[in-house]
């Protein structure tokens, strides 16, 4: 972070705000993990998925459609991912939590599982989590047994296929067009509810409903204060925006 931020009033206030919060809740999205090298959401896509549109693929049709295209695509990202280690933005949020236990709520859009990574504990992960897999279809068994299938048992191909009922995995994130887990939606919005303050890091605040936290917020009282170095679809209604990088800020902000 420029040595100009955090002598800046607007960080001052920041930093007051937190102090005085007894509820904190962060909403990261993929600005979060730039810094740990992972391209944020709507960079072009790079090499061979560079003619690829990430909005065709990351769809149950478009899963329905090239089951084996989508499934190595995100096997691409899942291997490209695995090596990356979180940022010092990451670590200043978890080890708040640990300083003040139960007082810090992370909210993500991410995928990358970078904030479990880093210790945050009992992060809200509303797009699911890039590393874990779900079967496509409800199990044949399911329907006549009660008996779900184990994805461990299934037949290692791309995509993997189960093989008592022929159901196929698919990665367990949210595609374009479906509903987040609900009881994961339910938590974020009672953090959003209850905080004093939002921290929204990273994130354009281009999609909904995870956009719509920043604003529950507002209305139930909280400031909102926005971490980005570019201007987002949220900044209008934050009452401070920090023009600076997550990995740059946090440590500063974030330390008592
Ligand atoms: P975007 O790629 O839309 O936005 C990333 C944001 O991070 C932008 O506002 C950047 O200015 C900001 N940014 C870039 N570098 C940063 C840094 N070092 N520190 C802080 N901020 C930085 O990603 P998201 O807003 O996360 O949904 O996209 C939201 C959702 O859109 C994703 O979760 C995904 C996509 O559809 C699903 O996968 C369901």
Not at 177 to 205: K, N
Not at 211 to 237: E, F, T
């Amino acid at each position: 972070m420029t040595a100009s931020l955090d002598t800046h009033p607007d960080f001052l206030q920041a930093r007051a705000w937190l102090q005085a919060a007894q509820r904190v809740a962060v909403l990261t999205g993929a600005g979060m993990s730039a810094e740990s090298g992972i391209p944020t959401f709507r960079d072009a896509q790079t090499g061979l998925w560079a003619r690829f549109d990430p909005a065709e693929l990351a769809t149950e049709d478009g899963f329905r459609a090239q089951p084996e295209l989508v499934w190595n695509w995100y096997a691409e990202r899942r291997a490209a991912m695995a090596h990356v280690e979180p940022n010092a933005g990451h670590y200043a949020i978890a080890a708040y939590q640990q300083r003040h236990p139960g007082r810090l709520t992370v909210i993500t859009q991410n995928v990358d599982g970078l904030h479990q990574k880093a210790g945050s504990t009992d992060a809200l992960a509303l797009h699911g989590n890039i590393f874990q897999d779900r079967w496509l279809d409800l199990c044949f068994h399911a329907r006549h047994s009660g008996r779900v299938c184990a994805p461990a048992r299934a037949q290692p191909d791309s995509p993997p296929r189960c093989p008592d009922c022929g159901n196929l995995l698919r990665p367990d994130v949210v595609w374009f067009g479906e509903s987040l887990p609900p009881e994961t939606l339910h938590a974020a919005d009672q953090a959003a509810q209850r905080c004093d303050l939002m921290l929204v890091v990273g994130t354009s605040g281009e999609v909904y409903p995870a956009a719509g936290l920043a604003h529950q917020a507002r209305r139930a009282g909280a400031k909102v204060v926005i971490v980005n170095p570019h201007a987002s679809d949220l900044d209008s209604i934050a009452h401070l925006v920090l023009r600076g990088t997550a990995a740059q800020t946090l440590p500063t902000l974030l330390c008592d």
